[in-house]
């Protein structure tokens, strides 16, 4: 019972994706091609509105729901990693037309083939994982 | 309000949206990322047992697993019953260009059907658009540490330096793919 809010969560999550067409391959090549201003307007709007919620947690040292202070760990910076990694994963996203949450709300609109998409996503990870220690960061 | 909820969703609506699940899972004690499912699964999968980044106990990440089934729970919904009609409104300019691209249907459905199925799994195209797209995805991500979730929409909402130059790399790769690399591909 203590998971059942993060599966409501996840279904509002995945029917947004896909009434906003998130999870469409056209959509992110319109992106790109900077062919229509609705995917930026969704992070865009997202962002505005996540920055208020952020800056409003931090300074009202918002507590959680189990009642534990709201820790948001920052990241930690350097350049290697995130430009790297970065345009790496961008690369995929524009060929698959997803980032991971699209991956899984496509399987849910009955894209099956798309498991593929997210097994060999798993295998990038594992991937990375065992390369971790010799690629800069 | 039904017609409303079958018609595709405004950028004004879903982003919002998109910031109250954030929160939510903030709320909730954890943190909106998706891509870290992907180390998750591997975990599950024994990973752990061939290489120490997945040597952890997945059972403290399961609410990002259980969030993860919403996802793919929420898109059947979606697909199933509050959609009107198949067609994304895409730009009037993206279908002229994706047909000259040789892309069948332009708009239709979620995403090319004719590239997205088992058996283009078997031409170098769909290998490559699929097999290798998902490949770069979980590789990239974790690299980066997040995609668009942790980073684009979490890490920007915190103002965290890292954050933006991932997002400056999400789209320097995207970028490059879109223009440069991808008519190529889809000539194939």
Known sequence: MKYFKYLILGTVFGIVLTKAELISWFRIFEMFKFQAFHMYGVIGSAVVLGVIITQYIKRTKMKSMSGDPIEIAPKKFSYARYLIGGTIFGLGWALTGACPGPLFVQVGNGYLVML???GSGLLGTYVYGLLRNKLPH | ML???SQPWPWYVAGPVIAFVMFGLIYFGNSFGMSANFRNICSIMGAGKSCEFFDFDWRKQMWNIVFVVGTVLGG???SQYLMDSNIVAISDSTITELSALGVENPGVGMMPESIFNFESLLSTKGL???????FLVGFGTRYAGGCTSGHAISGLSDLQPAS?????GFFAGGLLMTWL???SILSL
């Open chain 2, 128 to 134: 490559i658009m699929i097999v290798l797209g998902g």
């Open chain 2, 76 to 78: 059947f919904i979606a």
């Open chain 1, 116 to 118: 593929v998409a997210i």
């Open chain 2, 3 to 5: 017609e409303f909820i």
């Open chain 2, 181 to 183: 690399i991808l008519p």
């Open chain 2, 164 to 168: 933006l130059l991932a997002v400056i």
